[in-house]
Protein backbone atom coordinates (compact mmCIF):
# COMPACT_ATOMS: atom_id res chain seq x y z
CA UNK A 1 0.00 0.00 0.00
CA UNK A 2 1.81 3.18 -1.20
CA UNK A 3 1.93 5.92 1.76
CA UNK A 4 0.66 8.66 -0.23
CA UNK A 5 -2.69 9.58 1.20
CA UNK A 6 -5.43 8.39 -0.81
CA UNK A 7 -8.03 11.33 -0.08
CA UNK A 8 -8.44 14.51 -2.47
CA UNK A 9 -9.05 16.72 1.21
CA UNK A 10 -5.82 19.41 0.41
CA UNK A 11 -6.80 19.24 -3.38
CA UNK A 12 -10.10 20.08 -2.79
CA UNK A 13 -9.45 23.24 -0.26
CA UNK A 14 -6.96 25.02 -2.48
CA UNK A 15 -9.38 24.75 -5.66
CA UNK A 16 -13.25 24.82 -4.25
CA UNK A 17 -16.13 24.99 -5.77
CA UNK A 18 -18.27 27.75 -6.91
CA UNK A 19 -21.79 27.05 -7.80
CA UNK A 20 -22.80 28.14 -11.11
CA UNK A 21 -19.65 28.66 -12.33
CA UNK A 22 -17.03 26.08 -14.18
CA UNK A 23 -13.37 26.49 -13.28
CA UNK A 24 -10.85 24.25 -15.18
CA UNK A 25 -7.54 24.30 -15.28
CA UNK A 26 -4.48 22.52 -17.54
CA UNK A 27 -2.31 20.47 -15.37
CA UNK A 28 0.44 18.01 -15.95
CA UNK A 29 0.12 14.15 -15.84
CA UNK A 30 2.88 11.92 -14.07
CA UNK A 31 4.59 11.24 -17.32
CA UNK A 32 4.84 15.04 -18.59
CA UNK A 33 1.72 15.19 -20.37
CA UNK A 34 -1.31 17.82 -20.44
CA UNK A 35 -4.58 16.48 -18.59
CA UNK A 36 -7.58 18.82 -17.76
CA UNK A 37 -9.02 19.06 -14.64
CA UNK A 38 -12.95 20.36 -13.69
CA UNK A 39 -13.95 20.84 -10.63
CA UNK A 40 -17.25 19.90 -10.01
CA UNK A 41 -19.53 20.21 -6.68
CA UNK A 42 -18.32 17.11 -5.32
CA UNK A 43 -14.44 16.46 -6.50
CA UNK A 44 -13.11 17.06 -9.62
CA UNK A 45 -12.83 15.08 -13.32
CA UNK A 46 -9.84 15.01 -14.80
CA UNK A 47 -9.46 14.13 -18.49
CA UNK A 48 -7.31 13.58 -21.29
CA UNK A 49 -6.49 16.32 -23.51
CA UNK A 50 -6.50 15.02 -26.26
CA UNK A 51 -8.51 11.87 -27.86
CA UNK A 52 -11.15 10.37 -25.65
CA UNK A 53 -11.25 11.96 -22.31
CA UNK A 54 -10.93 9.24 -20.13
CA UNK A 55 -7.77 8.07 -22.43
CA UNK A 56 -9.44 4.31 -23.31
CA UNK A 57 -9.04 3.20 -27.05
CA UNK A 58 -12.60 1.58 -27.78
CA UNK A 59 -11.78 -1.24 -30.35
CA UNK A 60 -7.75 0.54 -30.44
CA UNK A 61 -9.72 3.44 -32.16
CA UNK A 62 -8.96 6.87 -30.78
CA UNK A 63 -12.79 7.32 -30.00
CA UNK A 64 -16.34 4.88 -29.53
CA UNK A 65 -17.28 6.96 -32.76
CA UNK A 66 -14.32 5.90 -34.50
CA UNK A 67 -14.77 2.46 -33.38
CA UNK A 68 -18.98 2.31 -34.57
CA UNK A 69 -18.16 3.73 -37.91
CA UNK A 70 -15.16 0.43 -38.11
CA UNK A 71 -17.71 -1.49 -37.29
CA UNK A 72 -20.36 -0.52 -39.56
CA UNK A 73 -17.97 -0.83 -42.42
CA UNK A 74 -17.08 -4.51 -41.46
CA UNK A 75 -20.87 -5.24 -40.56
CA UNK A 76 -22.34 -3.43 -43.07
CA UNK A 77 -26.62 -4.24 -43.45
CA UNK A 78 -26.40 -6.22 -40.28
CA UNK A 79 -24.72 -3.22 -38.02
CA UNK A 80 -27.30 -2.22 -35.28
CA UNK A 81 -27.32 -0.11 -32.10
CA UNK A 82 -27.79 -2.87 -29.08
CA UNK A 83 -28.05 -2.09 -25.48
CA UNK A 84 -24.13 -2.23 -25.03
CA UNK A 85 -23.32 0.24 -27.98
CA UNK A 86 -26.39 2.81 -26.69
CA UNK A 87 -24.60 2.43 -23.43
CA UNK A 88 -21.18 3.62 -24.68
CA UNK A 89 -22.57 6.34 -27.16
CA UNK A 90 -24.20 7.72 -23.82
CA UNK A 91 -20.82 7.46 -21.75
CA UNK A 92 -19.00 9.37 -24.71
CA UNK A 93 -21.73 12.06 -25.23
CA UNK A 94 -21.03 12.68 -21.62
CA UNK A 95 -17.40 12.67 -21.30
CA UNK A 96 -17.08 14.68 -24.50
CA UNK A 97 -19.54 17.47 -22.73
CA UNK A 98 -17.85 17.72 -19.53
CA UNK A 99 -14.27 18.43 -21.35
CA UNK A 100 -16.10 20.78 -24.21
CA UNK A 101 -17.09 22.71 -21.20
CA UNK A 102 -13.65 22.59 -19.46
CA UNK A 103 -12.80 24.20 -22.97
CA UNK A 104 -14.62 26.94 -22.94
CA UNK A 105 -13.54 27.67 -19.16
CA UNK A 106 -10.43 27.96 -20.17
CA UNK A 107 -10.57 30.03 -23.50
CA UNK A 108 -9.26 26.98 -25.39
CA UNK A 109 -12.23 27.71 -28.09
CA UNK A 110 -10.66 25.57 -30.82
CA UNK A 111 -10.25 22.68 -28.38
CA UNK A 112 -14.25 23.26 -27.54
CA UNK A 113 -15.28 23.52 -31.29
CA UNK A 114 -13.39 20.40 -32.41
CA UNK A 115 -14.69 18.49 -29.05
CA UNK A 116 -18.42 20.28 -30.21
CA UNK A 117 -17.79 18.60 -33.85
CA UNK A 118 -16.87 15.40 -32.62
CA UNK A 119 -20.30 15.00 -30.47
CA UNK A 120 -22.36 16.55 -33.63
CA UNK A 121 -20.65 13.80 -35.51
CA UNK A 122 -21.69 11.26 -32.83
CA UNK A 123 -25.20 12.67 -32.51
CA UNK A 124 -25.72 12.08 -36.36
CA UNK A 125 -24.62 8.65 -36.59
CA UNK A 126 -26.51 7.39 -33.31
CA UNK A 127 -29.52 9.08 -34.77
CA UNK A 128 -29.37 7.29 -38.60
CA UNK A 129 -29.10 4.16 -36.43
CA UNK A 130 -30.87 4.68 -33.37
CA UNK A 131 -33.13 1.66 -31.87
CA UNK A 132 -36.31 3.79 -31.59
CA UNK A 133 -37.06 6.75 -32.14
CA UNK A 134 -37.25 7.63 -28.40
CA UNK A 135 -33.45 7.00 -27.68
CA UNK A 136 -32.48 9.16 -30.46
CA UNK A 137 -35.19 12.36 -29.64
CA UNK A 138 -33.37 11.56 -25.98
CA UNK A 139 -29.74 12.87 -27.80
CA UNK A 140 -31.36 15.55 -30.12
CA UNK A 141 -32.51 17.37 -27.52
CA UNK A 142 -28.95 18.76 -26.67
CA UNK A 143 -28.18 19.81 -29.97
CA UNK A 144 -29.06 22.85 -29.84
CA UNK A 145 -27.07 23.45 -26.90
CA UNK A 146 -24.07 22.09 -28.26
CA UNK A 147 -24.40 23.91 -31.29
CA UNK A 148 -24.86 27.39 -28.89
CA UNK A 149 -21.37 26.25 -27.28
CA UNK A 150 -20.04 25.58 -31.06
CA UNK A 151 -21.44 29.01 -32.29
CA UNK A 152 -20.44 31.21 -29.28
CA UNK A 153 -16.28 29.40 -29.42
CA UNK A 154 -16.27 30.18 -33.22
CA UNK A 155 -16.82 33.78 -32.78
CA UNK A 156 -14.98 33.78 -29.90
CA UNK A 157 -11.82 32.52 -31.88
CA UNK A 158 -12.30 35.34 -34.20
CA UNK A 159 -12.40 37.37 -31.52
CA UNK A 160 -8.82 36.59 -30.40
CA UNK A 161 -7.92 37.12 -34.19
CA UNK A 162 -9.09 40.68 -33.88
CA UNK A 163 -11.69 39.70 -36.50
CA UNK A 164 -14.90 41.50 -35.04
CA UNK A 165 -16.63 41.38 -38.92
CA UNK A 166 -15.59 37.47 -39.11
CA UNK A 167 -17.05 36.49 -35.54
CA UNK A 168 -20.50 38.01 -36.28
CA UNK A 169 -20.61 35.90 -39.36
CA UNK A 170 -19.70 32.61 -36.87
CA UNK A 171 -22.77 33.73 -35.10
CA UNK A 172 -24.80 34.05 -38.35
CA UNK A 173 -23.82 30.58 -39.42
CA UNK A 174 -24.59 29.42 -36.27
CA UNK A 175 -27.83 30.70 -35.44
CA UNK A 176 -28.98 29.69 -39.32
CA UNK A 177 -27.74 26.15 -38.26
CA UNK A 178 -30.16 26.22 -35.34
CA UNK A 179 -32.55 27.40 -36.88
CA UNK A 180 -32.61 23.92 -39.47
CA UNK A 181 -33.01 22.08 -36.14
CA UNK A 182 -35.39 23.59 -35.06
CA UNK A 183 -37.70 23.29 -38.19
CA UNK A 184 -36.89 20.30 -38.68
CA UNK A 185 -38.41 19.09 -35.09
CA UNK A 186 -41.69 21.37 -36.11
CA UNK A 187 -40.20 23.55 -33.61
CA UNK A 188 -39.94 26.83 -35.75
CA UNK A 189 -42.47 28.97 -34.06
CA UNK A 190 -40.11 28.74 -30.97
CA UNK A 191 -37.01 29.40 -32.57
CA UNK A 192 -37.01 33.23 -32.34
CA UNK A 193 -37.99 33.28 -28.61
CA UNK A 194 -35.61 30.44 -27.42
CA UNK A 195 -33.06 31.10 -24.92
CA UNK A 196 -30.02 30.24 -26.63
CA UNK A 197 -31.13 32.37 -29.99
CA UNK A 198 -31.56 35.44 -27.79
CA UNK A 199 -28.47 34.86 -26.05
CA UNK A 200 -26.25 34.45 -29.65
CA UNK A 201 -28.26 37.78 -30.87
CA UNK A 202 -27.37 39.58 -27.48
CA UNK A 203 -23.21 38.50 -28.28
CA UNK A 204 -23.89 39.33 -31.75
CA UNK A 205 -24.69 42.46 -30.72
CA UNK A 206 -22.18 43.76 -28.60
CA UNK A 207 -19.50 42.36 -30.71
CA UNK A 208 -20.79 45.03 -33.68
CA UNK A 209 -21.79 47.67 -30.96
CA UNK A 210 -18.26 47.22 -29.05
CA UNK A 211 -16.67 46.87 -32.43
CA UNK A 212 -18.64 49.31 -34.15
CA UNK A 213 -19.71 47.48 -36.81
CA UNK A 214 -22.11 48.18 -39.25
CA UNK A 215 -24.32 45.45 -41.09
CA UNK A 216 -23.23 43.80 -44.10
CA UNK A 217 -25.29 44.40 -47.33
CA UNK A 218 -26.15 40.72 -46.77
CA UNK A 219 -27.20 40.96 -43.48
CA UNK A 220 -29.48 44.40 -44.03
CA UNK A 221 -31.39 42.24 -47.24
CA UNK A 222 -32.03 39.23 -44.65
CA UNK A 223 -33.53 42.19 -41.87
CA UNK A 224 -35.55 43.51 -44.75
CA UNK A 225 -36.93 40.53 -45.84
CA UNK A 226 -37.92 39.92 -42.34
CA UNK A 227 -39.42 42.74 -41.26
CA UNK A 228 -41.22 42.69 -44.74
CA UNK A 229 -39.66 45.72 -46.14
CA UNK A 230 -39.78 44.49 -49.31
CA UNK A 231 -39.01 47.41 -51.68
CA UNK A 232 -36.20 48.34 -49.46
CA UNK A 233 -35.20 44.25 -49.97
CA UNK A 234 -34.98 44.73 -53.41
CA UNK A 235 -32.78 47.79 -53.73
CA UNK A 236 -30.27 45.99 -51.41
CA UNK A 237 -30.74 43.28 -53.68
CA UNK A 238 -29.96 44.87 -56.70
CA UNK A 239 -26.69 46.58 -54.67
CA UNK A 240 -25.53 43.20 -53.46
CA UNK A 241 -25.70 41.64 -57.29
CA UNK A 242 -23.58 44.54 -58.52
CA UNK A 243 -20.86 43.70 -55.84
CA UNK A 244 -20.73 40.33 -56.62
CA UNK A 245 -20.26 41.23 -60.43
Known amino acids: MSDLPQNLD ?10 GQASARLVSGADGRDVVQLRIDMG ?21 YDHLMSLAFQEGEEFELNEDRC ?4 REFMQFFHRRVAWLALRAFGKAITDADHTL ?6 SAHAPDSDWAEMHE ?16 VELERNQAAS ?14 VFEAHDAADEFDDHPLVLKLHELKQ ?13 QQLAEAIATEQYELAA ?11
Open 44 to 64: VLQMEATGRPDGLRPGGCDTY
Open 141 to 156: QYRPFVLFHRTQAAAL
Open 206 to 218: AIAEHFELRPTLA
Open 167 to 180: AVSAIDDGIQRLRK
Open 235 to 245: RLRDKLGRERR
Open 87 to 90: VQID
Open 121 to 126: ALMDFS
Open 10 to 19: QLLAEWPYEL
